[in-house]
Structures are given as C-alpha cells and as structure tokens.
C-alpha cells in the first residue's frame, strides 16, 4: 500500500513550538539591588523595630530586637568587591558572617571579630573524612556546629536545625550579657565592653551551601523573600554562587515559611487577638466552634462554593474565568 503524503498523513500540526528535553522551572532572576544616595545598596533588613520575630515559629528569637537593624551596609562591595576577597569571610549582619573554610581557620580573624561560634556546612563524605573543621575556632574555646547533608537538596531538611543552633547560641550570649551588665549596675561598675555573639557559617568556598543556609536564616527570621535576601547576602559576599537548584530550593523553603508563619499568626489570633478564643467578646458558637479546631464541616464549604442565584448554580467558575484556552494541535492548512 502506498504511503501517504505528508500533509494528509498528519492533518493537525503543534500549535507551539516543542522542545524535546526534561521539564525545568523557569529561571529565577535576581536583579541587583538599587543604590541609595550614597550608593550603597538600598536594602533594609528590618524597618519597624516593633517586628513580631516570634512569628516565625522559631524559638530564642528574643535577642533580635536589641540588634542592629534597617541598612547597616556602609560600603557597596559589589563595585569595590576584590578577587582575594572571596578568602576572607564578610559580615552580612551584625552578628552573622560568611565565609570559606580559610576564614574558618584563621585564628587572628576569629579573634578580632570576636567569633563566638563556627557553623560549617560539609558534605557526608568530608564529615567521614573529618575535613572542613576548624582546628583554630576549638583551640579557642569556640562553639562548633556541624551540618552535613549528602547533597544540597538536603539542606532543606538542614535548615530549620541550623536556624535553631544560631538562635539558641545567640539568644544564651544575649542573656549572659544582660545578667553582667546587671551585676555591672549593681556595683557601680560603668562602659563595660560589650561581648555580643558572632557567628561565622562557612563550607569549602563560602559561596554555596554556606551561602544558601544565610539565606535561608534572612528568610526565616525577617520575613523576607528570596529575591531580596540573595541580594541582601550578595551585596556583602559578592562571590556568592546561587545556581538554578539552589534558588528554586530556597524558593521552595519560602513556601514552608509562609505557611508556617500563616500558622503560627491563626494560632495567635484564637489565642488573644480579638476575635480569637481568648476575646471575651466574640460570640459563643464562634469560641464553641474554634475551640473544637478549625476544620470545616463538608456542609460549610458546600454552603461558601455554591450560590443560588436566580434558579442558577455555580460551581466555584471564578477560578476559570480568566483562563484563555489555548489548543495544543491546530488544523494543517491545506496546500
């Protein structure tokens, strides 16, 4: 039997163009930051000092609020920014630094600016090794933190243990401080230096896992989101790496923290905010029913998605409204 002719063998032809590959996310861009009059990067960490910190879900987040916040970056490293630069650690906040593993061994750096404890983000087989330590921060009576993950898309499962390490080691040098200026008080003592917590987060480069947990600890406690943290990280460690599967890891991670924040905020509402179940003044079936969780029943949402109007039901089209529909075949056109 003869073989067809081409047109007639396929009467429909792709209405887009097609790409024979696996599917991937789109690329996230992250453009530079804008510069404020004196051309330092414009990016506030936090601007009301009334932020709810607790809001995060994390624990030992106490000693934020007595830090320094809003734009404390006083030089744009990411014009004056050297190559030997990518050696040495930055501070990317008051009490955060990061850095490669040479920093991490450097004993006059750890000295000078006053590190209080290391952080380092390893993989599994140099944990095995017993590589990417920091012999000169445990001579120094420094706290140590190991994070190893076989893979960076582990440091997701990483990253709240690691939030919790900063926030507690912190939160414990906070408190020690308030108590010796409070003992300083009492005897008359005056202009005690302060000895606040520093932490240096570290892995082989400083410019990717390390990189990518100081991210994600901007994200977690200041409510920020991807694009503005990688610049806020960028911006201070110029060198930094974030490559496709890093950002859509972090962005991932953004997610969980908007849904765990969203949690924490509905817990505190029924707990005292008005309207909750510690108000005195909402109304009983609503303390009855809050009090029993907040699921709803299949009659209640049955009731919110179907309206009766006029004889005509309508089944939750809003969603669909503005959906254009577009084919994927479209006729041949005849020769």
Known sequence: MPALPADMATPHAPAQSWSFRVPSPPRIIVPPPALNSYGVPDLHVVQDAAYDFESSGFKNAEFLQTVTYGNFMTINNMLEWKYEQRRMAQQILPFLYLGPMSAAKDRKFLQTEGITMVIAVRNTKSAQAQLLGS???????????????AGNQELIAAFPRAIEAINSHLSTRYQQEQVR????????????????????????????????????????????????????????????????????????????????RDVVQADNRLIGVPGGIGDPG?????????????????????DDDIEMDGGNVHLDYGRFEMRDGSAPFQDRPSS
Do not use: W
Not at 138 to 144: A, P, S
Not at 282 to 302: C, I, L, Q
């Open 181 to 260: 200026r409070t003992q300083a008080a009492a005897t008359g003592q005056a202009h005690l230096q302060s000895t606040p917590g520093r932490v240096l987060v570290f892995c082989e480069s400083g410019n990717e896992r390390s990189a990518t947990l100081v991210t994600a600890y901007i994200m977690a406690m200041y409510a920020t989101d991807l694009i503005k943290a990688i610049q806020i990280v960028q911006a201070q460690r110029f060198a930094v790496a974030f490559d496709d599967s890093l950002r859509n890891l972090l962005l991932t991670y953004e997610t969980i923290l908007k849904a765990k």
């Open 135 to 149: 012999k000169a921060a445990q001579d120094l009576g420094i706290d140590t933190k190991m994070i190893d993950v």
């Open 282 to 302: 909402a109304s009983v079936a609503s303390n009855t029913r809050a009090g029993k969780g907040s699921k709803r029943t299949f009659d209640d949402t049955y």
